[in-house]
């Protein structure tokens, strides 16, 4: 059982499924109090929520479309009108489509920009600006390892998740002492909607250490980051060796994947 008093409170975006869910998990089982944002995975989260609260934790759950202005910037102060003020945030909600720099759209751009980019820096200004002024706290940026080992694929994506560890770092120092900005990087960790389990699993068995990233290991390496307080400005690629580039060869169609 899940201890009955939770005593600081955490913002998890896209914690309803897959790496979200994984941190969600990880930090309700550490005392978190935990808010999982959603879009379109409503019944996933209440089903999340739910499971933490038998369990003995605390969560609630809150809607917000990060390609929207408005219920972006609106998303910090509705949580903490529940839960009360937030100790950390993590910044974990993504949009992931594939596109080239030849068939790259206005929309694939807007939309990978908004919502990888664009969000997290609104919601970090609203997190680092609730009161008191002087409330230390954490932010955490759930990126990609491919920002240290670009490809030519998924170029929109690719630009948004690569200005997010320059935010990341950028932040990092502009709210030193008073709040940690850091990240993690994971590689292949679960399939995505354009793969197979084989593709998948020829994809992690091509990384130097052969072996897919659990979610479980994310959220291990969320909870260490936020109890690590000399730690600032730092990513952790959780990917099997994949930014290193030793990666056997795949042909053009896995790279689509």
């Known amino acids: 059982m899940l201890p009955t008093k939770p005593h600081r409170t955490v913002l998890i975006t896209g914690g309803a499924r897959r790496i979200g869910r994984a941190i969600v998990l990880a930090l309700?089982?550490?005392r978190w109090t935990v808010a999982i944002h959603y879009n379109h995975s409503g019944n996933d989260a209440d089903r999340l929520a739910a499971d933490i609260a038998i369990a003995g934790g605390q969560a609630d759950v809150f809607k917000a479309d990060l390609a929207s202005e408005e219920e972006t910037g609106s998303l910090i102060s509705r949580v903490i009108a529940k839960?009360?003020?937030?100790?950390?945030?993590?910044?974990?909600?993504s949009v992931f489509e594939y596109d080239t720099p030849e068939t790259a759209s206005r929309e694939s751009w807007d939309i990978h920009m908004q919502v990888n980019l664009r969000a997290p820096f609104v919601l970090t200004q609203a997190f680092a600006a609730q009161p008191p002024s002087a409330r230390e706290g954490n932010v955490i940026n759930i990126i990609d390892q491919r920002v240290w080992n670009l490809t030519s694929q998924f170029t929109s994506y690719t630009l948004s998740k690569s200005a997010l560890w320059t935010l990341t770092q950028t932040l990092a120092l502009a709210l030193a002492p008073r709040i940690r900005v850091n990240a993690i990087g994971p590689g292949p960790t679960l399939p995505s909607s354009r793969q197979t389990e084989e593709s998948f699993r020829r994809q992690w068995a091509s990384l130097p250490l052969e072996r897919r990233v659990s979610p479980e290991e994310i959220g291990e390496a969320a909870s260490f980051i936020l109890d690590a307080p000399s730690m600032t400005g730092q990513m952790i690629a959780l990917d099997g060796g994949e930014h290193l580039g030793r990666r056997r060869r795949r042909d053009d169609a896995e790279s689509r994947e």
């Open 28 to 30: 309700a089982e550490r």
């Open 83 to 93: 839960v009360g003020p937030l100790d950390a945030l993590i910044n974990n909600a």
